[in-house]
C-alpha cells in the first residue's frame, strides 16, 4: 500500500515538475534585469534575512506548542524525554551518573595536548574554546559556508599543521563533548546575517523537508508531521531542540556520537545512501536545525537509550 | 572429423557463454551511470548499489538473465531518485507549518 502511495506521489510530481519546467527559462529576463541595474540606482531596501528566519522559527515553535501543549518550550532541550513521560523519570536518574563522562574526560586531556608546533585548541577558539558551543554552527562570509563545531576543531588542526581526525565517533567527538560540557546553560544564538547565509539556511531547510530514500520520507515526516508517535521499538522526537544535546551517548552506539552520525543513521533507515559527515548539506542542515532551536539552552552532551 | 565437430561444438558454446556473460555489461554500466547521476542530487537510495553489485556478481556467475533483471532494477531506482528529487524540491514547501 505505502509503495503504491509512494508511486502515485512521485509521478504527481514528477508530472508536475515537467510541466513547470515549460515556463522555466529565467534566465533571459534576469539578464534584462540586471543590465537595467546597471545604472546606479536608489539603494534598495536591505532585506531582513534574520526576519524571515525568525518568522519561520515563530511558526516552528507554535507547531510543537500546539501539538506538545503539556511541555514547556524550555524542555524541548531534552529530545524525546521532553514529551515521554513513562521514560523521563529514568533518564534523569541516568544523567545523575551519565556514560558519557569518562569522554568528556577524555576530551579535555585531547584539548589540552599541545600541537607539534606548541599551540594547541584553546588558541583557535574564542574564549580559549570555552563556553561557546552555543554559537556553533553559524556563517562564514569569508569562506562563504557553514562553519560547525566539528569543522572547526579539524580546521584548527589542520592550520596547525595537525592530520584531521575522522569524523562521527572518537577523539573529535569526544573534544566537541568536552567543549560542549563547558558550554552547558548559554542558549544558542544561532544568526543568519546575510543573503548567502540565509541561502545555506534555506538549503538546509529544503533538506529537512524533502522526501528521501526508498521509503520516500522527510525528516519532517518523522520528527515534525508524526513526533510522538512510535516507529517500531523507538518514539519520535520533536525536531525543536535536535541539535542542543548533541553529542549524544546512545546505548545502541555504545559510545559518543556526532548529530552528523544521527543524521546519516536517519538516512539509511529510509533507505537513503547517507551523504558524507560534514558535507555542505549535512552542515546547511545542522545550520537550519539549531537555527530552529534557537533560545534553548546547550545541554550536551546528553544519554539516550 | 567427428573430433572437429566436437571441437567445434565446444568452441561455439564457449564463445555464447562469453557472449551471454558480457550481454549484461552495458545495462550494469547504465545502472552505475544512472546511480551516480542521482547521487549527485543527493537522491541516491542506499539500496542501489547493492542491486549493481549483486548484477555483476550475477554477471561473473554466467546468470545473464538474473544479471539484467538486477541491472533493470537498479537503473529503475535511480530513475525514482531522480523524480523524488524532483517531486520534492516542487513540494517541500507543502509540509512546512503555516
Not at chain 1, 544523567?95 to 585531547?110: K, M, N, R
Not at chain 1, 573534544?175 to 542558549?187: G, T
Not at chain 1, 533538506?207 to 520516500?216: D, H, I, T, V
Not at chain 2, 556473460?21 to 550494469?28: D, S
Amino acid at each position: 500500500m505505502r509503495k503504491i502511495i509512494t508511486l502515485t506521489s512521485m509521478l504527481v510530481g514528477f508530472v508536475f515538475l515537467t510541466a513547470c519546467s515549460d515556463n522555466s527559462p529565467p534566465t533571459s529576463t534576469e539578464k534584462t534585469r540586471n543590465t537595467e541595474k546597471a545604472k546606479p540606482a536608489v539603494a534598495a531596501k536591505p532585506v531582513n534575512y534574520q526576519g524571515k528566519v525568525d518568522q519561520d522559527i515563530k511558526r516552528f515553535r507554535s507547531f510543537y506548542s500546539n501539538k506538545f501543549p503539556g511541555v514547556e518550550l524550555d524542555n524541548f532541550k531534552d529530545g524525546i524525554y521532553a514529551i515521554d513521560e513513562a521514560t523521563r523519570e529514568q533518564w534523569l536518574e541516568i544523567e545523575e551518573f551519565p556514560p558519557y563522562e569518562l569522554s568528556i574526560d577524555e576530551g579535555q586531556e585531547f584539548f589540552e595536548i599541545a600541537f607539534a608546533n606548541g599551540k594547541s585548541y584553546a588558541d583557535c577558539f574564542d574564549n580559549k574554546g570555552q563556553a561557546i558551543r552555543q554559537n556553533y554552527p553559524y556563517f562564514d562570509n569569508d569562506s562563504n559556508q557553514v562553519i560547525t563545531l566539528e569543522l572547526a576543531i579539524n580546521q584548527c588542526r589542520k592550520t596547525n599543521g595537525e592530520t584531521p581526525l575522522s569524523y562521527g565517533q572518537g577523539e573529535l567527538v569526544a573534544i566537541s563533548a568536552y567543549m560542549a560540557n563547558s558550554s552547558r546553560d548559554q542558549k544558542f544564538d544561532i544568526k543568519v546575517p546575510n543573503k548567502a547565509a540565509y541561502k545555506a539556511y534555506m538549503n538546509g531547510k529544503q533538506f529537512f523537508y524533502s522526501k528521501r530514500g526508498q521509503l520516500n520520507f522527510s525528516c519532517a515526516d518523522c520528527h515534525l508531521k508524526i513526533a510522538g508517535s512510535n516507529l517500531r521499538a523507538d518514539r519520535l522526537s520533536p525536531a525543536i531542540g535536535h541539535p542542543t544535546g548533541m553529542p549524544v551517548y546512545r546505548s545502541a552506539w555504545g559510545e559518543l556520537g556526532s548529530i552528523g552520525h544521527r543524521y546519516r543513521e536517519c538516512n539509511k533507515n529510509v533507505r537513503a545512501e547517507p551523504l558524507a559527515y560534514q558535507s555542505e548539506a549535512y552542515r546547511n542542515l545542522e545550520y537550519y536545525q539549531t537555527l530552529m532551536s534557537n533560545g534553548l539552552v546547550v545541554n550536551g552532551p546528553s544519554s539516550r537509550k | 572429423m567427428k573430433s572437429l565437430k566436437y571441437c567445434l561444438i565446444i568452441v561455439s558454446m564457449f564463445s555464447a557463454s562469453i557472449c551471454v556473460a558480457g550481454a549484461a555489461e552495458p545495462l550494469i554500466e547504465k545502472a552505475e551511470v544512472a546511480r551516480l547521476k542521482a547521487a549527485e542530487v543527493g537522491f541516491e537510495w542506499s539500496t542501489t548499489s547493492i542491486l549493481i553489485a549483486e548484477a555483476k556478481q550475477a554477471a561473473e556467475d554466467g546468470n545473464n538473465e538474473l544479471a539484467e533483471k538486477l541491472a533493470n532494477a537498479a537503473i529503475k531506482q535511480a530513475e525514482n531518485g531522480l523524480k523524488q528529487a524532483a517531486f520534492s524540491a516542487a513540494h517541500w514547501q507543502d509540509s512546512e507549518p503555516r
